[in-house]
Structure formats: C-alpha cells, structure tokens
C-alpha cells in the first residue's frame, strides 16, 4: 500500500490530494464525487447495479461482523461522532483503528484467497497503447 501511495504522490504533481481534479475547478480540487461512479457504470462487469459508496457500506457491515466497536467502526469511516460522545470523546482511538483495519485487511485477503465467500472477480481491463 505504501508504494501505492508514494506513486500516487508523484503522480499527484504536489496536490495535497491523492486523486486531484485533472481540471481546475473552484468546485472540487480532487476527483469528483461522481468520476469512479461514471467510470465503474463504464465496465462490462455483469453485477446488479452499485456505487462505489456501497463499498463504505459494506465495510461498516463487516466490521460490526468482525466485533469491531460501533465507535471505532465509525471512526474508521471518518464519520463525525454526533451528540455527548462526539462532544466529549476527543480521543483518537489511532490503536483501535489501526486494529480494526488489520482485522478488515485480513477478512479481504481470506476473500482474495477465496475463502470466507465465493468472490466473482471483475472481468480484466484491456489496456490500450
């Protein structure tokens, strides 16, 4: 992931953004909303219809499976904490973030290996020249 992230660092030309706008915009700096959308609409994949958001959707799904904490489970969404608790828990939980991501990658590499659920894999992009 690392290496991942230093590419997209290069590529980014000094944006503080991992996925700038390729076009100046006052509206958005980076990416649109909607551009993964357009582009996932784009592939022959044969899945019912999706949006790249249902992908947050089911990672909370999963870490609620996988016992993560409602609290932490959030968190790692980025989600603000509304009511008392968002007001007076200013703590970062990095650690128990950190745990429940691990937990999350390892429930995605079982899934890669084929294990936990069969796992239809996305027909490969022909690249172009």
Not at 82 to 87: A, F, K, N, S
Request: aromatic share 6%.
């Amino acid at each position: 992931m690392v290496e991942w992230l230093n590419e997209l660092k290069v590529r980014a030309c000094g944006s503080p953004h991992v996925f700038p706008a390729r076009r100046a915009t006052k509206r958005f700096p980076h990416v649109s909303p909607d551009t993964l959308n357009v582009a996932l609409s784009s592939l022959a994949h044969g899945l019912e219809h999706f949006a790249v958001h249902d992908f947050r959707r089911t990672m909370r799904s999963e870490l609620s499976s996988l016992g993560v904490p409602p609290h932490i489970a959030e968190r790692c969404l980025n989600h603000a904490i509304r009511g008392v608790e968002g007001t007076y828990d200013r703590h970062s939980h990095f650690e128990e973030r950190k745990h429940a991501l691990g937990v999350w990658a390892d429930l995605l590499q079982a899934l890669e290996r084929g294990e936990k659920y069969k796992v239809v894999p996305l027909p490969a992009r022909e690249r172009s020249s």
